[in-house]
């Protein structure tokens, strides 16, 4: 089947299932008949085409999770990390998805086709069934575990949370069932779930569960994080040594990182698995919108304590260069893992009408301008018409998910480094050389409590190759660093208040910092003004530009966990709130 029809099969699914919006309902009758629909191999398909339409997240969507990271500036925290975030708050949980899924698996074995094609099929049910529970646990920890479609009265329907542990080992056995049974041939869309997609979020999914587990000892697991980082570690070396995949490499390090989020078809090199767009279908999405307006979007943008951790290409590490703290923009881009530039508009950046386009502050407040997704045509600014398929899954991050699993398990060493670490930098541009001691730096201002010198560069290298495609906040959440939402937004460094400065390196300034918009504006450059309330400059008339330390941003104990909502408290007494949220 080829992209094109798949991509208008899953779009023409879109509401198949869509009566079934209520947990309560009955079975969906009034769409098909068990008896009489699940009778031939392309029933089948057609049932778990729709899964991928209702349950998987568009462009946007992936993006934007990392709103919630710690790396990242915005309009205003998220309500949920500076607000009075309360169980009121919280939407009411959904199982319409997992009703379908269920119907699906109690029903399609009717079917007079080989064992080996509905073995296929119930793989996938079962590794949407897995994707709807991990998105439950992250969020909530204990939840009902349900493994059959509800009907009103039936004794299980308000029943008690199960405990994380049962739910977990449900999850893992699903994504067992599913790396045994689906197919193994590579889709070149990187639209459908095959056997090694399910081994990459399979590894996914159980570093997460490992790790939670090990750093979370309140929840009395820490016994068993071992067998999920095992596990993490199988399935990701298991796609490592299938030969399918491989990290996009043509040997330009200053294009090849960026192509992967740019490009229409997705880069099936290394993406495999993603949200697919298309130009002449008119399936667009809005991401260059929202990165490049100052209403529309959050005007997002990076804050100077990540970039800092950003090396420069020999392999030495920026924050060891004497005075890196107030080095000015141009001079902090310059010889930087080529990744920096790729991710933030930097030195020479240009539109695709040639135009140069330097950090534009009405779009940022940092100065720190995220441009990794957003397409170069200045025209999709200001219309949702951007057509660049957004990766789920890449091959770079079963890479980290490998090195990272090794390296809890205390199995980490040079040859580890070397297929894992190693090649992302050397495809940046930059000396792989493995590090010799635990980074200061990296001690200091994100994980004191690690003094493994290869899990800090781990970590290092997770949060640079895998920014903003929506992974922050659960790393923080299973490495219990929710306090690093608390952390200062810091921008770029400003030598002095009403000194135009270079950003783009062409030799003509671009922006002024400034209390009050001169008369007599200098031509080609934006004035940002500071108020000395949401915005300053840490040293009153110079220094880094401080963004919103007006707000008290609070990441206790209870937040790792969201609050059950009232509503659903109330429809059901035996569910018991999370603690704290009381």
Not at 104 to 110: P, T
Not at 442 to 468: K, N, S, T
């Amino acid at each position: 089947m080829n992209t094109t029809f798949k991509i208008l099969i899953l779009t023409a699914m879109t509401g198949l299932l869509g009566s079934c919006s209520d947990f309560l309902e009955t079975e969906p009758v009034d769409k098909l008949v068990p008896a009489a629909f699940f009778e031939k191999e392309q029933d089948l398909e057609l049932y778990t085409n729709s899964f991928y339409q209702r349950m998987l997240p568009g462009g946007l969507e992936v993006v934007q999770a990392d709103e919630m990271g710690e790396y990242t500036s915005k309009n205003q925290s998220p309500a949920y990390i500076a607000g009075s975030y309360t169980s009121v708050n919280e939407p009411a949980w959904n199982w319409t998805d997992l009703r379908n899924i269920n119907f699906f698996l109690e029903n399609f074995d009717n079917a007079a086709i080989p064992q080996e094609v509905r073995d296929h099929y119930e793989g996938i049910a079962r590794f949407f069934r897995a994707y709807f529970y991990f998105d439950k646990v992250k969020r909530y920890g204990d939840v009902p575990w349900y493994s059959k479609t509800m009907t009103p009265g039936d004794p299980d329907l308000y029943k008690p949370r199960d405990p994380r542990e049962m739910v977990m080992d449900s999850v893992l056995a699903d994504l067992n069932f599913v790396a045994e049974h689906i197919y193994d041939e590579k889709d070149n869309s990187s639209s459908l779930v095959t056997r090694q997609v399910a081994l990459a979020f399979k590894s996914r999914v159980c570093l997460f569960e490992g790790t939670f587990r090990k750093y979370h000892t309140q929840l009395n697991l820490a016994s068993s994080a071992g067998k999920f980082l095992e596990e993490a570690a199988d399935a990701a070396k298991k796609v490592m040594e299938s030969g399918q995949y491989t990290l996009y490499n043509t040997g330009n390090p200053a294009a090849d990182y960026r192509s992967l989020f740019t490009s229409e078809n997705p880069v099936n090199e290394e993406v495999l698995w993603a949200v697919v767009y298309n130009n002449a279908l008119k399936r667009w999405h809005n991401i260059t919108w929202k990165f490049n307006s100052a209403t529309y979007g959050a005007r997002w943008g990076l804050n100077k304590q990540f970039i800092n951790t950003y090396l420069m290409t020999d392999g030495s590490r920026f924050t060891d260069r004497p005075g890196y703290d107030t080095i000015q923009f141009v001079r902090e881009m310059k010889g930087r893992d080529h990744r920096l530039g790729q991710t933030v508009r930097s030195l020479g950046y240009t539109r695709s009408n040639g135009t140069p386009a330097p950090p534009n502050f009405g779009y940022t407040y940092t100065g720190y301008h995220i441009m990794k997704h957003s397409l170069d045509d200045p025209k999709l600014d200001g219309i949702s018409e951007s057509y660049n398929s957004i990766p789920l899954i890449r091959y770079a991050e079963v890479l980290l998910n490998y090195a990272e699993a090794m390296a809890e398990l205390g199995k980490f060493g040079l040859p580890e480094w070397n297929m894992t670490i190693a090649p992302l930098r050397e495809r940046a541009g930059v000396n792989p050389a493995a590090p010799q001691a635990a980074d200061p730096y990296m001690q200091e201002v994100y994980f004191p409590e690690i003094a493994d010198r290869f899990l800090l560069e781990i970590r290092r290298e997770r949060g640079i190759e895998l920014c903003y495609e929506g992974l922050r906040y659960d790393d923080l959440l299973r490495w219990k660093k929710g306090e690093l939402l608390e952390m200062q937004w810091r921008g770029i460094y400003v030598p002095s208040l009403n000194y135009p400065m270079d950003l783009d390196g062409n030799g003509t300034p671009d922006v002024s910092v400034v209390k009050t918009v001169p008369d007599n504006k200098i031509p080609g450059v934006s004035y940002f003004v500071i108020d000395e309330n949401a915005s300053r400059l840490s040293e009153g008339d110079h220094g880094h530009i401080i963004w919103r330390d007006d707000e008290e941003r609070v990441f206790d104990e209870k937040k790792y966990f969201h609050p059950i909502s009232n509503s659903d408290i109330v429809l059901n007494r035996e569910l018991e709130q999370n603690p704290g949220w009381e």
